[in-house]
T-cell receptor, first 115, second 117 residues
């Protein structure tokens, strides 16, 4: 596709449930990032992949959050035992090289609501 | 630890006025990168500019200009002759250079810019 795509665009779930959020980066981009944006805040870094491996997962808030990128393209962010505080817009971005050298292209986000 | 502060939560101006959005950053690294992103009501972040810490030249792109001053750790953004379409939330962001590649961006809280017709 032409840009970063994320599915679903909206996800409503109940507290305690498991959710998966998908990111499809721009073709050929080796770097992939996940961010979380709460209402009225700037995006908060969660995890960064270079290829298939997580190069930096220091932003993941706790062990309920996990992300994978098994083939170096599509990535899935997984949240176990969701809590109301997990409600936010989850943004994915990709870059052709490191973010410090090239701009990150952001997807439209997945709005997660935990009831 | 790195930090980005955008002290202006919301700015409202009348169309055609000039407006400056402030950004102050903190970092212990000597090599870092600064960014501005625009988030229109549709929600998708749009890249505007990237600056590295060794390049303090001001930059102009059409009605947009950026003033980078290391002495005050500031990277301010000015829109000249503002237009209604400029209405959006603007984020300043920082990335430290880890040496091994890239780091995630640290964003400020954003400035909500309202351009009134």
């Amino acid at each position: 596709g032409a840009g970063v795509s994320q599915t679903p665009s909206n996800k409503v779930t109940e507290k305690g449930k498991y959710v998966e959020l998908r990111c499809d980066p721009i073709s050929g981009h080796t770097a992939l990032y996940w961010y979380r944006q709460s209402l009225g805040q700037g995006p908060e870094f969660l995890i960064y992949f270079q290829g298939t491996g997580a190069a930096d997962d220091s932003g993941l808030p706790n062990d309920r959050f996990f992300a994978v990128r098994p083939e170096g393209s599509v990535s899935t962010l997984k949240i176990q035992r969701t809590e109301r505080g997990d409600s936010a817009v989850y943004l994915c971005a990709s870059s052709s090289r490191g973010a410090t050298r090239n701009e990150q292209f952001f997807g439209p986000g997945t709005r997660l609501t935990v009831l | 630890a790195q930090k980005v502060t955008q002290a202006q939560t919301e700015i409202s101006v009348v169309e055609k006025e000039d407006v400056t959005l402030d950004c102050v950053y903190e970092t212990r690294d000597t090599t870092y990168y600064l960014f501005w992103y625009k988030q229109p009501p549709s929600g998708e972040l749009v890249f505007l500019i990237r600056r590295n810490s060794f390049d303090e030249q001001n930059e102009i792109s059409g009605r947009y200009s950026w003033n980078f001053q290391k002495s005050t750790s500031s990277f301010n953004f000015t829109i000249t002759a503002s237009q209604v379409v400029d209405s959006a939330v603007y984020f300043c962001a920082l990335s430290e250079y880890s040496g091994g590649g890239a780091d995630g961006l640290t964003f400020g809280k954003g400035t909500h810019l309202i351009i009134q017709p």
